[in-house]
């Protein structure tokens, strides 16, 4: 085949885009053609460690001058198709029938800037990009072992997106890999965006709980590695999938490790306080007023009485229209710039809180409850689940107005057999409620000193248990 | 057709969720509720019941609370509170129910429980409202609407409250007093209240026999058998007379504090005879002591011995009223029941008790005397 029907076959591949460069050049004392995609590949890395190169090339083979990292030599026009949309500069010679690849791949990375969505207070301010070898090389560099194994996957028939699997060789469980593993190289579909695995490979879509956490930040990736669980990198997607988890995993920050562990134990309770507060409190409210009043402290009584006389909802209507305001602001508020989000702020919270109360609408008591609802719901680390409790709290006020505290009783019930049954890749997602394992609320629930941790949690079963030596023998030490 | 079947039996089951919690609710915002009950007898046979209920209004930031009363007759509490309702702008509710209120003839001609039947039935009643006694009738009471600034109904409350714990009166509420209407061995006494011109005040307590009312005590009485009991632990304030050698001071009073009083009570029962040995140990703390001398071990325990004389001679004075009344403000009976059955089964207790004599011994502690001697 002459060159010049070598060249248009591959354009023809490529459905002659215009963004498919072509270059001729003498190379060797004959005609050569580069044909690279513009929109992917460093054009200055092209002349610089391609080009130039090759022309100053009198004999053997263009492998051996290239400045390029990676090369391949390849007879396979599909598979140079692939390469040449990854990123890669393809060399056509006149009289040889091999077709070299060179990676030329412009690097378009931000900054590893923190994440808007899971600030902290102390501890590195890094998250990850939209870039997978970025993130990559972020959590190479923090966990120098090799034990630390990555493994790559292109999934979507068209998008082609690289998905890597990161994990512990020596700690994670590999029966938890094969099954990661698995349940990725069984997705067929043709577009893969970010976001879409994990609604793929997770085990209860019916249910509202996140079964895989979700992170832009390295420190928590790394922490949850080095605990024998599995990271997926999705590229362009700085959000790192997590797996496997319970429900505690949502609850803990990375700030938790950063300050001092009585501080820390005792946000941890406020937040498990708080997952409570989120879906409850409203709905023991209803409860309260419309099936129990008898149960509220005397004073109480009379002033939730009164400030409930003119309001001519239903509570049940009330704090529906009150959350539902909640919600409607919140949303109103994510995708405004913030000064016009600020503007809703003051919309939301000042003029409908005072305005809905003046005239008669809902009542105080309603607005304080609604109000640190949403407070505790906003309160859990991680988004997802934020977003969870939210939800879940619309069925248990519609159970409270039905059937008072009973209803709550059911839901409450039927939640908790929820959780004991859920699983994230097999293993159990109210570790370690259920089973229950009391050692481990050192960490969930509470958190201990870091030197009292000494063995990992069981709930991804790890391979090896031991994580802290004991470190603090020099107080034992007289000589010192 | 199968899928619309089964629909519809979702549908079934799914439309009764929907439909329960209409006779299960009890809104709060519809609850008229009542704070105080004053109970008196009506011509006939009947009873006038006031029912004081408190209303909430809101404008805007402010709540509100005033009382109004309604009067209803009846030969019950359900009859009078359905009387009530009948005038009512919502539903008469009680479970934020506080003081009941008898008047003092009621307590003498009639049974208590009958009138407190309701409250047992009644899952969401209040069992630990307070009951008391009025001299006189008891609207008058309630008839204040407010003394000071304070709502009548939360005032009685306040007051009953203040004074349990000053042990003027013992603490007892409408789920405390019911196994002792019917306990043949031990009787109880309620908070006594009258109205001196725009004031309410506790004067005593009224002794109850069974559920009747017999008799009253005075304040100090009603202090005392709270001491004799060994039931007023901390609070109790006692002030006695004391011979001054400094006759030119109006003030000979010592007050003391009871700390701790640990009664033991002995009995010797043969047949239809009965001696109570009474031993009472007092730890008490002085309070008020003018003649400042306590720095001396031998006058510490001159005044112990003196105050001892003199309650002694109150507590049989007491005991004496007590008998008197028939009324077993000790629970004496109770421990025949427990220690003599024998003896009880075979006995007119209340006969045995009024002719009963009665050894009391008192041995007193002083265990402080405040910063100064």
């Not at chain 1, 060797?28 to 580069?34: I, P, S």
């Not at chain 1, 159990?428 to 969930?444: C, G, I, Q, V």
């Not at chain 2, 047949?271 to 720095?295: F, S, T």
């Amino acid at each position: 085949m002459r060159l010049e029907e070598r060249i248009n076959e591959i354009k023809e591949n490529l459905s002659n885009s215009i963004d498919i460069e072509q270059r001729m050049l003498h190379c060797k004392g004959q005609v050569a053609a580069l044909l690279y995609l513009k929109t992917l590949c460093d054009e200055q890395k092209i002349v610089r460690e391609i080009i130039t190169p090759l022309q100053r090339l009198e004999r053997g083979s263009p492998v051996h001058v290239v400045r390029s990292v990676n090369i391949l030599v390849k007879q396979d026009v599909e598979q140079v198709i692939k390469q040449l949309l990854q990123g890669w500069v393809l060399l056509l010679l006149e009289n040889e029938k091999n077709n070299y690849l060179f990676a030329a791949l412009k690097e378009e990375a931000r900054e590893a800037v923190e994440p808007e969505n899971e600030r902290i207070v102390r501890g590195p301010h890094q998250g990850f990009t939209e870039n997978i070898l970025k993130n990559l090389s972020l959590i190479r560099r923090q966990i120098q072992s090799k034990h630390l194994h990555l493994s790559t996957f292109y999934l979507g028939k068209d998008t082609h997106t690289q998905v890597v699997v990161a994990y512990m060789k020596n700690l994670a469980n590999p029966i938890l890999i094969k099954k990661v593993k698995k349940r990725i190289t069984s997705i067929k579909v043709d577009q893969l965006l970010p976001g879409y695995l994990e609604e793929f490979i997770e085990e209860s879509p019916a249910s509202p709980f996140p079964q895989l956490l979700n992170t832009e930040r390295t420190d928590r990736v790394i922490a949850n590695l080095m605990e024998g669980r599995v990271a997926i990198f999705i590229d362009g997607d700085p959000s790192v999938l997590i797996a496997p988890v319970s429900l505690f995993t949502f609850y803990q920050s990375t700030d938790d490790y950063h300050s001092r562990w009585q501080v820390s134990s005792f946000l941890r309770i406020i937040r498990l306080i708080s997952f409570f507060l989120a879906f409850q409190l409203p709905a023991i409210y209803i409860a309260m007023v419309s099936f129990h009043p008898e149960m509220l402290p005397l004073n109480l009584t009379y002033n939730i009485q009164g400030s409930l006389r003119q309001i001519p909802f239903h509570p049940l209507i009330e704090a529906a229209i009150m959350e539902l305001t909640l919600e409607l602001i919140r949303e109103a508020g994510i995708r405004l710039p913030s000064r016009v989000g600020q503007t809703i702020g003051i919309v939301g919270g000042l003029v409908i809180g005072d305005a809905v109360v003046n005239a008669g609408y809902i009542s105080y008591t309603m607005i304080i409850i609604v109000a640190i609802t949403a407070i505790a719901s906003f309160i859990v680390p991680t988004q997802e689940m934020s977003n969870a409790v939210r939800l879940l709290r619309f069925p248990m006020m519609f159970a409270a107005a039905v059937l008072g505290l009973v209803g709550i009783t059911f839901g409450t019930m039927i939640l908790v057999i929820h959780l004991c049954r859920l699983e994230s890749f097999g293993l159990p997602y109210f570790e370690p409620f259920s089973p229950l394992r009391l050692k481990e609320w050192k960490d969930a629930v509470f958190r201990f000193p870091v030197w009292s941790l000494k063995e990992r949690s069981n709930q991804p079963e790890p391979l090896r248990k031991k994580q802290v030596e004991s470190s603090r023998r020099w107080g034992h030490d007289q000589s010192e | 057709m199968k899928r619309l079947k089964l629909f519809l039996m979702l549908l079934v089951l799914i439309f009764p969720l929907f439909l329960l919690g209409c006779w299960d609710q009890d809104q709060l915002k519809q609850a008229r509720l009542v704070y105080t009950i004053a109970l008196d007898q009506a011509s006939g046979g009947q009873l006038l019941g006031s029912f004081v209920v408190r209303n909430t209004t809101s404008h805007t930031q402010q709540i509100e609370t005033n009382n109004t009363i309604y009067y209803a007759k009846g030969r019950s509490m359900r009859e009078m509170s359905q009387a009530v309702s009948a005038s009512l702008n919502g539903r008469l509710r009680v479970f934020k129910f506080r003081v009941l209120l008898l008047s003092e003839k009621l307590a003498r001609t009639q049974d208590l429980y009958p009138l407190l039947d309701s409250f047992y039935r009644e899952p969401k009643s209040p069992l630990n409202a307070k009951v008391g006694i009025v001299k006189g009738e008891a609207n008058e009471v309630v008839q204040h609407q407010k003394i000071g600034t304070t709502l009548i109904g939360e005032y009685l409350d306040q007051l009953i409250e203040g004074e349990e714990k000053l042990s003027v009166i013992s603490p007892q509420d409408i789920q405390s007093i019911c196994p002792l209407m019917f306990d043949p061995g031990e009787d109880f006494s309620l908070p006594y209240f009258e109205v001196k011109g725009n004031e309410v005040e506790v004067v005593g307590a009224a002794m109850m026999r069974g559920q009747r009312m017999v008799g009253s005590l005075s304040r100090v009485e009603s202090k005392l058998l709270q001491m004799m009991r060994g039931k007023n632990d901390g609070t109790a304030l006692v002030s006695l007379a004391i011979p001054m050698t400094n006759v030119h001071s109006a003030v000979n009073r010592v007050s003391f504090e009871i700390m701790k009083s640990s009664p033991e009570i002995e009995l010797r029962v043969r047949r239809n005879h009965l001696d109570v040995y009474y031993k009472l140990g007092l730890k008490i703390n002085v309070k008020e002591y003018p003649p400042a001398n306590l720095d001396s071990p031998k006058e510490v325990s001159k005044l112990n011995r003196y105050i001892e004389k003199i309650l002694k001679d109150r507590c049989k004075h007491l005991f004496a009223k007590m008998q008197k009344h028939q009324f077993d403000g000790l629970g004496i009976g109770r421990q025949i029941i427990a220690y003599h059955n024998d003896e009880w089964k075979h006995m007119n207790y209340k006969e045995v008790y009024t002719h009963a004599n009665f050894y009391p011994t008192i041995h007193v502690e002083s265990k402080g005397n405040g910063i100064i001697y």
